[in-house]
């Protein structure tokens, strides 16, 4: 593949991701009115009020001008737009200097200038919204906002079936489920409401701004009674006819029945509704009444799949599918009732009204005839319709708005801060190379972030924490390529071989470790829960960029340098370049004794374990966060207190309350267990509140979450499963890769050494156990099997190429020196970037450092020590068996 090829790849990756973040800098960063920013997260509804009160306004001051004869004013400049069209359609030339009156000479009416102008205000506002639709969508905890759980019951499901559903019956019931819900926060106005599915049998929902809880609850309960009825034509326009001359007999129709209290005027046999469209903004536009026949046709509960399409000739169609009852119901209604109009009724009002053209077997029935923002309308009815299976409230999590403006603030501080000492690193180190490994470290942030934006990913506490970890992790690769290069240029190889070999040598490693990891992503994604599962998807897209940033285009990068500026020498040293040395200077390198210190070093490691489990027990277990324990959480501030043991005893008359302090600056969280107390979150949170206030005058709620059993029980269960499952994978891949047991099981002794290390450590000082910590757990597991690949890696190539009577220690230690420099440069940048989370974030988040800064201290010495000591034992044992102390000669491999 050619450099300019290659070249032009990388151009189009970098263009794609400006594509797809511009949005983001616009929104978050770019000098965007602010008035047009806070009008645009409301809903389009408010939206159009608003653009309708200024345009009122707007066209009062033009007929003030209009009465004083004046130009028009500044403000009004945009009136233009409107005179130019008018005029254009009187056929009359547009003065070259325009007076109010000039605008208003050939207009319709007062209504039609107020008309243009809410359009224009509020398509501004429409703008933004779009600008801000295609921006990263933020979480609760960066947004603040209501978030709840929703467990599935599928009893409904059943009992419509007569029979267990399969896996396609429930995929598609959680789907319309998803719809329905979704399309119901869009009827009552939710502003950019996020729902989906989560695992088989739940749906997470997510309303950023939203403070009542009770939202949740209308979005669940509230059902939505959807029926279609036949229209008597005769009758409507009968009724309308009379309305037009009877204005105030509006007043006899029952809104919710539709029974018209007159007899005498319209029968008992019929039902009156409106009927409604919707413009641009999403408000109502009245169209008239419908006069319906009382016996409803067909229910909306046999209504299955709703899309919209459309024609050959682009007008916008609604399509869905009926179940087999529907659709033998609806064949039979509209072959018996050609020419008339069949009337979808929803809440009182008519959503649609279309004519019966010919029978419908079949059950799939297309509606046409609509303006896209009816089509639109028209579907959100039919798939809110009804629930097609049972859904009960599990999780109820509450964020204030404070909370999340200072978390976004300290995350991208924090990733600021990691990247800049990472780069400086980098630079200070490597010198050329260094320059070039912090551009392709930066070309991965961009890709990571635009990839994460085209997927329509909401940016979390964590998956920020998994952005700034994947910085560290990146640089992993380029460490490992540069020193490949390093011993190749010190084997007196040229710039050109020594790129070439040091590429080739290190991918291998490169690959492993970045596939191992990729495993454990996928496990948290598919098992994992909310913020764990934001985490994971941040990990796995930043392997895959980190593989093309840090092989595709270094190496691009590299030969650009030989072929297009014939450079000679590489600048990867300390001080100076690396020149490529003459053959007759390649000298062995001496070995560190590995081996035999981690003969010394590991029993002191064990007894470093036993003391931290110690510590653990004589806390009486591990300080169990509300996912694992069911009950609520509050994040609470209080000004000047910085004592759990003083809330906790103002706090004594509360069964089961735990408080932990998060950071020494007022931030607490208090834990209640559930308990059986009616309306349990709402009484719990009332009675802290009170009795916190009553002694401290700054008492704020940050953010509250309520966890049911069934959820903490999903959350254990999630997390053993992601645990053990990428374990077993990742045995099994390395198995397959390495072709030798002994690696298998060396790597798992380690892993395995390093979660119980990690959850001494949480236990000793009693830090929360949440998912997040799940995470936090793959995450050192992954980490620690980088390490572990790496080295055995190397290992694996020496012993391919051994000398007879060469012992397997000495290839082990020499593997182990010549890895070294990778795994403390590798450890550092990890640590870089994850000690500013320490310093900065807080809560949760901070947590998470801490707990992953002691694990890659600890994977870093179990991978050096642990795994490689246990391979030796493993190796040495099976040839001492064999052939005594030595090794096979180059023709035998080294196997366990």
């Known amino acids: 593949m050619g450099k300019v090829f290659r070249l032009i790849v990388v151009i189009l990756a970098i263009t794609l991701s400006g594509i797809f973040l511009y949005p983001t800098y616009q929104w978050f960063f770019a000098d965007m009115d602010p008035a047009l920013k806070e009008s645009a997260v409301q809903p389009k509804e408010m939206i159009g009020q608003e653009a309708r009160v200024q345009a009122e306004r707007d066209v009062q001051l033009l007929e003030q001008s209009v009465r004083e004869d004046s130009l028009i004013p500044p403000e009004l400049e945009y009136f233009h737009i409107y005179a130019k069209d008018s005029y254009k359609r009187a056929k009359t030339k547009l003065p070259s200097t325009l007076s109010a009156r000039d605008v208003v000479r050939y207009t319709f009416s007062r209504d039609d200038l107020i008309e243009f102008a809410r359009n224009y205000h509020g398509q501004k506002v429409l703008d933004v919204k779009t600008t801000k639709e295609k921006a990263f969508n933020l979480g609760l905890d960066l947004a603040g906002g209501l978030g709840a759980t929703l467990q599935a019951d599928f009893s409904p499901l059943i009992e419509k079936l007569g029979r267990e559903p399969n896996t396609q019956d429930i995929n598609e019931a959680m789907l319309s489920a998803v719809d329905a819900v979704r399309n119901r926060a869009d009827r009552f106005g939710a502003t950019e409401p996020n729902i989906r599915r989560q695992g088989s049998d ?50 006899l129709i029952d809104p919710r029945t539709g029974i018209f209290a007159d007899t005498s005027v319209l029968s008992e046999m019929y039902r009156i509704f409106p009927s409604y469209t919707r413009d641009q903004f999403g408000e109502e536009i009245f169209r008239g009444y419908y006069v319906l026949e009382s016996t409803i046709a067909m229910d909306g509960a046999h209504i299955q799949d709703v899309r919209i399409a459309s024609t050959e000739f682009g007008e916008p169609t609604v399509n869905f599918s009926l179940d087999n009852e529907g659709a033998v119901i609806f064949g039979r209604l509209t072959a018996e009732n050609v020419g008339r109009q069949l009337a979808v009724v929803m809440e009182g009002s008519i959503r649609s009204a279309a004519g019966i053209t010919g029978a419908i077997p079949g059950g799939n029935v297309q509606v046409t005839g609509f303006t896209p923002i009816e089509a639109q309308q028209l579907s959100i009815a039919l798939k809110s319709s009804g629930l097609p299976v049972g859904l009960s409230i599990i999780n109820i999590q509450t964020v204030g708005p404070t909370l999340g403006a200072e978390t976004i603030a300290a995350g991208i501080k924090a990733l600021i801060y990691g990247f800049i000492l990472v780069v400086a690193f980098a630079v200070v180190y490597y010198k050329g190379s260094g320059v070039q490994a912090s551009f392709t470290l930066f070309l991965n942030l961009i890709f990571t972030l635009a990839l994460l934006s085209s997927i329509g990913f909401t940016l979390t506490l964590t998956s920020m924490a998994g952005i700034i970890l994947n910085v560290g992790m990146a640089i992993d690769a ?18 050109k071989i020594a790129i070439d070999r040091g590429f080739s040598r290190a991918f291998s490693a490169i690959f492993d470790s970045n596939i191992t990891t990729f495993i454990v992503a996928l496990f948290l994604s598919q098992m994992g829960t909310g913020p764990v599962k934001g985490f994971a998807i941040t990990l796995a897209i930043g392997i895959l960029t980190n593989l093309f940033t840090a092989v595709y285009i270094s190496r691009l990068l590299f030969d650009i340098g030989s072929d297009w500026f014939r450079a000679s020498n590489i600048s990867i040293g300390y001080g100076k370049s690396v020149k490529p040395r003459a053959k007759h200077e ?90 059986d107390v009616p309306d349990f979150q709402r009484v719990m949170e009332d009675q802290i509140l009170s009795i916190l206030q009553t002694e401290y005058s700054d008492v704020r709620i940050l953010s509250t979450e309520f966890v049911g059993a069934s959820f903490s029980k999903e959350i254990i269960s999630g997390a053993w499963k992601a645990i053990a499952g990428s374990i077993s994978l990742i045995l099994v891949y390395l198995w397959l890769r390495f072709k030798r047991f002994g690696y298998s099981l060396a790597t798992l002794a380690g892993t395995v050494h390093d979660v119980i290390f990690v959850l001494g450590f949480i236990g000793a000082l009693q830090l929360e156990v949440s998912s997040a910590t799940v995470a936090a757990v793959l995450a050192i597991l992954a980490y620690s099997l980088n390490d572990s690949i790496v080295i055995f890696d190397r290992i694996r190539e020496s012993s391919q190429n051994l000398r007879f009577g060469a012992r397997i220690e000495d290839i082990i230690n020499g ?73 096979p000669s180059a023709k035998k491999k080294v196997e366990a």
């Open 202 to 251: 739940q749906i997470l929902i997510e309303l950023p701004g939203e403070e009542d809880p009770d939202a949740i609850s209308r979005l669940v309960t509230q059902q939505g009674s959807l029926t279609f009825q036949l229209v008597n034509m005769e009758q409507t326009n009968m009724m309308n006819y009379y309305f037009a001359s009877n204005p105030t007999a509006i007043e």
């Open 478 to 495: 380029n460490v490992l390529i540069f020193e490949r290069i390093k011993e190749e240029l010190r084997a007196g190889h040229s710039r």
């Open 586 to 675: 390649t000298k062995e390198r001496s070995s560190i004794p590995f081996i035999r210190l981690s003969k010394i070093i590991t029993p002191i490691g064990f007894v470093v374990l036993i003391g931290l489990w110690a510590a653990t027990f004589s806390h009486k277990g591990f300080n169990v966060g509300i996912d694992f324990s069911a009950g609520l959480s509050m994040n609470v501030y209080i000004d000047g207190e910085d004592s759990t043991n003083r809330l906790e005893e103002l706090l004594r008359d509360i069964d089961n309350i735990k408080v932990v302090d998060v950071d020494d600056r007022g931030y607490f969280r208090i834990s209640v267990a559930e308990q």
């Open 815 to 887: 593997s182990l020196t010549e890895t070294l420099t990778r795994t403390i440069l590798t450890t550092t940048t990890t640590m870089i970037t994850i000690i500013p989370l320490i310093l900065i974030a807080t809560g949760s988040v901070r947590l998470f450092a801490i707990k992953m800064l002691a694990g890659i201290a600890v994977g870093t010495y179990s991978s050096i020590f642990i795994s490689s000591l246990l391979y030796y034992l493993i190796v040495s044992r099976k040839h001492d068996k064999k052939q005594g102390d030595g090794v």
